[in-house]
């Protein structure tokens, strides 16, 4: 199976000490979307970091409504989460990783104070936010603006997703390199602002292969 994002690159000077941009929202934001275009328009020294939440909550894992069921959910995404990033950097092999998702939007979702979430996981905002370049947060849509429920995990109203999305907002806006974009009704104009929001971090040698005008 190839990790790489799906262009081929003539670049031989690509250094591959990743970097990581986390790409953020609430539900129903478009995360999953962007990312499967930028995987297919973006070059082999890119890579895509699927969401443990998914992966946790697809295979299984109860997903129930206590405090308690809903704190282990995210340990366990956190740790997931964590490894998952911790793989990617050990293989030096490529130059940008786009995370669905960052070690911090479980915040967003934890049911308790922020203190408690971490010292449950040993970390603070300032260890977790040096590990990204930069964060870019996909706003969540109104339901008027195109929220909808299609995802079979995603539970959530357009209320509930609103305030998750503002929740998300409060942990990462202090970001020295925090970057908003807004929804609205044409949802390529959204891909558009995420990929010229992304293509700033992408290496020099690598821009040569970009090709968003022929999405």
Request: hydrophobic share 35%; aromatic share 8%; glycine share 6%.
């Amino acid at each position: 199976m190839n990790y790489s994002c799906e262009k081929n690159c003539n670049s031989q000077s690509v250094s591959t000490q990743t970097r990581m941009i986390v790409v953020t929202g609430g539900p129903g934001a478009g995360k999953t979307a962007v990312l499967e275009i930028m995987r297919k328009i973006l070059c082999e020294h890119v890579t895509v970091i699927p969401e443990a939440a998914s992966i946790l909550f697809g295979g299984g894992f109860w997903r129930l409504k206590s405090d308690s069921a809903r704190k282990s959910a995210q340990r366990a995404i956190f740790h997931v989460q964590r490894e998952m990033q911790n793989l990617v950097l050990g293989e030096s092999q490529w130059a940008l990783a786009l995370c669905d998702r960052g070690s911090l939007d479980g915040l967003a979702y934890w049911p308790g104070e922020a203190e408690e979430f971490y010292k449950e996981l040993n970390t603070t905002a300032e260890k977790e936010f040096a590990k990204y370049a930069a964060v870019i947060h996909l706003r969540t849509p109104s339901s008027e603006n195109g929220y909808n429920l299609k995802n079979p995990i995603r539970i959530e109203t357009a209320e509930e997703a609103a305030q998750i999305d503002q929740r998300i907002s409060e942990v990462w806006k202090t970001h020295p390199h925090y970057i908003e974009v807004n929804s609205s009704r044409d949802f390529m104009a959204k891909i558009y602002r995420s990929y010229m929001a992304i293509q700033k971090f992408i290496p020099e040698g690598c821009r040569a292969n970009l090709e968003m005008e022929n999405v």
